[in-house]
C-alpha cells in the first residue's frame, strides 16, 4: 500500500449558539474546521480534522510511502519542516495527516483504532465543556443540563474576568450536575485561557476556594511559562491543567521538570502520534493526560491505550457539518464504535453545500489575544 496524495476541505463546527472564552466570543456559534483526507493506491482513504499550512510541503516528506509506517512518518514530517515545523498551523498539519494515518491504518487492518492500539475498554471518561462565557445564566444552565442528561458529572467552564460571576456559575453547574443524584460530588474546572499574571491566578483562584472545591484551573498563565504554573501551583489547592497548546515533547517537559503541571493535556489537533509521546512522559512522572477538543475521536482511540488517562473533554454534542463519528455518550462516557479505523466519516457533497456558512478566517473570537490580557485591574463583564 502507498500514499497517492490528499484533498483539503473544509466545513463548520455550528454551535447554534455563542461560544468562546476569555480571550473572544463567536457571536454566531460558526467555526471553521479544516479537514485533510490521505488517499493510497489501495483505496483506503483517511481522515484528520486539523489545519492545512504548507500542508503541499509536509506531504513531500511521505508521499509514495507504505501508510502503516505510521510513527517513523510522523518523525519524517516534522524533519522535512524542522525550522517551523514543532509549533503553530505546520504541527497542526503535521497531526491531522498523522491522524489519517492511524485511520489507514486501522482500516487496512479491519480494527476499529482502540483495538489495533491495545485498548481494552471502549468507554472513555468524559467531563462536559461548554465553551460558555458569552451565555446568560439561562441558556448556561440549559447547556449544562444537556450533559448532564448523558451521565456526566464533572465540567469545565470558561472564566477568568470576574471571580464574583465565575464563583456564580461554578455553582450553577456545581448544582445541575448533582441534582436528582446521590453519591459523590461533581467535578469542577475552570478554563481561562492564559488570562492571568501569575499572583493574580493566585490571587483569583484563593478566592473561589473559600467556596468551592475545583478539581482543576487550566492554562492560568502563558502556556510556556513553567516557573509561573509552578508559582500558581504551590499558591492553590486545585491542580494545574495546562498544554493543550504546547507543541512537542520539549515545550512540556519544561514544565513536568519544573514540577508545574499536575493535569498534563493534549489537543486533538497536534496528532495521536504526538498524544502517545506525551502521554508516556506524563507517564514517567506519575501523571495523568487529558485530551482536548471538539471533536477528538483519534485522541478518545488513543486514551484507550494509554494506563494514565484521567478524562477527555466533550464540547459540542454533534460533530461537524457533513462529518459523522462512530461514537455515543452515555452514562458520562464516550463509548467507540467498532468501525474500522477512526470511525470517522466525511459526506463531501454536504461540506460543500455548507461553504456559505463558512465564517471569515479574518474575524474576530477566541483565537484573538486581548491587548489587556493579563494586565487588568478590575473586573471585565461577562455575558
Not at 220 to 231: K, Q, S
Request: some cysteine; overall charge negative; charged content about 25%.
Amino acid at each position: 500500500m502507498r500514499i497517492t496524495g490528499y484533498r483539503t476541505l473544509t466545513t463548520v463546527q455550528d454551535w447554534g449558539r455563542p461560544v468562546g472564552d476569555a480571550n473572544g466570543v463567536y457571536a454566531d456559534g460558526v467555526v471553521r474546521v479544516p479537514i485533510v483526507v490521505v488517499e493510497t493506491d489501495a483505496g483506503i482513504s483517511g481522515v484528520g480534522l486539523g489545519p492545512c499550512v504548507e500542508i503541499e510541503n509536509v506531504f513531500a516528506a511521505i508521499e509514495g510511502e507504505d501508510p502503516r509506517s505510521v510513527t517513523a512518518l510522523y518523525d519524517t514530517m516534522l524533519r522535512r519542516t524542522f525550522k517551523a515545523g514543532h509549533t503553530g498551523a505546520v504541527f497542526g498539519t503535521i497531526g491531522a495527516i498523522d491522524t489519517a494515518l492511524w485511520d489507514i491504518k486501522a482500516q487496512a487492518a479491519g480494527e476499529p483504532l482502540w483495538r489495533l492500539l491495545g485498548g481494552r475498554d471502549r468507554r472513555v471518561p468524559a467531563y462536559a465543556s461548554g465553551l460558555d462565557i458569552a451565555l446568560d445564566d439561562a441558556e448556561f444552565v440549559a447547556v449544562y443540563e444537556a450533559y448532564a442528561e448523558l451521565g456526566v458529572r464533572a465540567a469545565k467552564i470558561k472564566g477568568g474576568l470576574d471571580v464574583e460571576h465565575d464563583a456564580h456559575r461554578l455553582a450553577l453547574v456545581r448544582d445541575v450536575l448533582a441534582k436528582g443524584r446521590r453519591g459523590a460530588r461533581p467535578s469542577l474546572m475552570l478554563d481561562v485561557n492564559e488570562t492571568w499574571a501569575r499572583k493574580q491566578a493566585v490571587r483569583y483562584v484563593s478566592e473561589l476556594e473559600r467556596t468551592l472545591d475545583l478539581t482543576w484551573v487550566e492554562e492560568p498563565v502563558r502556556r510556556w511559562d513553567a516557573e509561573g504554573h509552578a508559582v500558581v501551583g504551590r499558591g492553590i489547592r486545585a491542580s494545574v491543567a495546562t498544554g493543550e497548546n504546547l507543541t512537542g515533547l520539549e515545550q512540556h517537559r519544561a514544565l513536568i521538570a519544573a514540577g508545574a503541571v499536575d493535569i498534563v493535556q493534549t489537543a486533538a489537533v497536534w496528532g495521536i502520534t504526538h498524544f502517545l509521546r506525551v502521554a508516556a512522559l506524563a507517564h514517567a512522572h506519575d501523571l495523568p493526560v487529558s485530551p482536548i477538543g471538539t471533536t477528538p475521536a483519534g485522541l478518545l482511540h488513543a486514551a484507550t491505550s494509554v494506563p494514565n488517562h484521567l478524562v477527555s473533554e466533550l464540547q459540542d454534542l454533534r460533530p461537524p457539518v457533513g462529518v459523522s463519528v462512530d461514537v455515543r455518550v452515555e452514562n458520562g462516557a464516550f463509548v467507540l464504535g467498532d468501525s474500522p479505523g477512526l470511525g470517522v466519516r466525511v459526506d463531501e457533497e454536504a461540506v460543500a453545500v455548507s461553504s456559505h456558512l463558512l465564517p471569515d478566517p479574518l474575524a474576530g473570537g477566541a483565537h484573538i489575544r486581548p491587548e489587556r490580557a493579563g494586565r487588568r485591574l478590575h473586573a471585565v463583564e461577562t455575558g
